[in-house]
T-cell receptor, first 112, second 109 residues
């Protein structure tokens, strides 16, 4: 079946440092979504990427979708303590309109 | 108003018991889901319903039975609970993206 892996599993940074999480799918995706889950909370949608090579920015967050539509990345510039949480990518395969396969997640810890 | 709500928030029970978790969404969406998140934070889809019809049924033990009385509600009944069922169960509904409920933390003793 479809697998979506993320690396690293965990990263601890000091506030102000940058952070990147990488997402790799075993199959080609029609789109990829990113979610953030705060400790004790539920996943919250951040963004969706659809086009090959697409890059989108949300303030300090930059999202990329690979040319082959099998990988993606999320980069956070100058992390803040409010960025703490687990970041999930979630891939949708062509022909599976309502099914998302979530990545393994990257837990980000930010300290002062 | 909460868009996707779940009850209960916490559920502690003994092995072998039967329990239910309820989910309601007021977003007018047709498609709803149940996910299981284990202690390692892996999020796995269990079921999906579209307008009361089952459309996704992943490899889940048949002790788990979803029920959708109408498109705003999707409940999950679990028979003969086992230790390995301990997890956080999230309900979600599908609009332009997936909207998750707050989760139900199930602990089986």
């Amino acid at each position: 079946g479809q697998q979506v892996m993320q690396i690293p599993q965990y990263q601890h940074v000091q506030e102000g440092e940058d952070f990147t999480t990488y997402c790799n799918s075993s199959t080609t995706l029609s789109n990829i979504q990113w979610y953030k889950q705060r400790p004790g909370g539920h996943p919250v949608f951040l963004i969706q990427l659809v086009k090959s090579g697409e890059v989108k920015k949300q303030k300090r967050l930059t999202f990329q979708f690979g040319e082959a539509k099998k990988n993606s990345s999320l980069h956070i510039t100058a992390t803040q303590t409010t960025d703490v949480g687990t970041y999930f990518c979630a891939g949708q395969k062509a022909g599976t309109a309502s099914k998302l396969t979530f990545g393994t997640g990257t837990r980000l810890q930010v300290t002062l | 108003d909460t868009a996707v709500s779940q009850t209960p928030k916490y559920l502690v029970t003994q092995m072998g018991n039967d329990k239910s978790i309820k989910c309601e969404q007021n977003l007018g969406h047709d498609t709803m889901y149940w996910y299981k998140q284990d202690s390692k934070k892996f999020l796995k889809i269990m079921f999906s319903y579209n307008n009361k019809e089952l459309i996704i049924n992943e490899t889940v033990p048949n002790r788990f039975s979803p029920k959708s009385p109408d498109k705003a509600h999707l409940n999950l009944h679990i028979n003969s609970l086992e230790l390995g069922d301990s997890a956080v169960y999230f309900c979600a509904s599908l609009g332009e993206t997936q909207y998750f409920g707050p989760g139900t933390r199930l602990t089986v003793l």
